[in-house]
């Protein structure tokens, strides 16, 4: 296409992009991440909903600029989505949801509103389903309510990893539809 404008003709081009086929299958597992103000946790679980291996990256984006935030948000990233093409299973994230909580800062203390505020949830989400659609590997979300909980108090102890870890054990299994009664 070419267009006039006051600096002279410009032309644009676009191309079609082939269509990217997801290669991964929850039947084989799932990877999920927890997201903390300081870190991500990772658990991967096989298709009987075990855990197969735990990993924590860290990612600390407080007093980053907009652009420092994203690229360390990118650089974290980019292990998940290794493990998840190296093992084929999906990416499961849990789906948060900080409008109210944003809306009311002012409740809470100035250190917990200065965490919240630095939180970059939607970038990270953002920037992991550009990587994991590029990648060919399907991001499921699941609810995020009482993961923390339930994973602190029947898996943390168990496979001896941290509450985050067991959190994100618990979204995946959430993912492959695996049942949470307590013990």
């Known amino acids: 296409r070419f267009a006039r404008d006051a600096k002279g003709w410009r032309v644009f081009a676009s191309t079609a992009k082939p269509p990217i ?4 299958d929850l039947e084989a597992g799932a990877l999920a991440v927890d997201l903390n103000a300081d870190h991500v946790a990772l658990s991967l679980t096989k298709h009987d909903g075990n855990a197969v291996f735990f990993q ?3 990612l600390v984006t407080y007093g980053a600029s907009r652009e420092q935030a ?7 990233i980019k292990p998940i989505v290794a493990a998840a093409l190296r093992h084929r299973v999906p990416i499961v994230v849990e ?3 900080f409008a109210k909580k944003k809306a009311r800062l002012r409740e809470y203390g100035a250190r917990y509103a200065r965490m919240l505020s630095a939180f970059a949830y939607r ?3 953002q920037i992991l389903c550009a990587r994991a659609h590029d990648a060919g590997i ?3 979300f699941v609810n995020a309510a009482y993961s923390s909980l339930i994973g602190r ?3 943390a102890r168990r496979y001896g990893v941290s509450g985050h870890q ?7 299994r959430r993912a492959q539809k695996f049942s949470e009664r307590p013990n």
Not at 21 to 24: G, I, L
Not at 166 to 172: E, G, K, P, S, T
């Open 21 to 24: 086929s997801v290669d991964t």
């Open 56 to 58: 924590r990256v860290a």
């Open 70 to 76: 994203g690229a360390l948000t990118g650089n974290a």
């Open 95 to 97: 789906r948060l949801d």
């Open 123 to 125: 970038r990270f989400v």
């Open 138 to 140: 399907a991001v499921i």
């Open 153 to 155: 108090r029947k898996f």
């Open 166 to 172: 067991a959190a994100a054990l618990v979204l995946a």
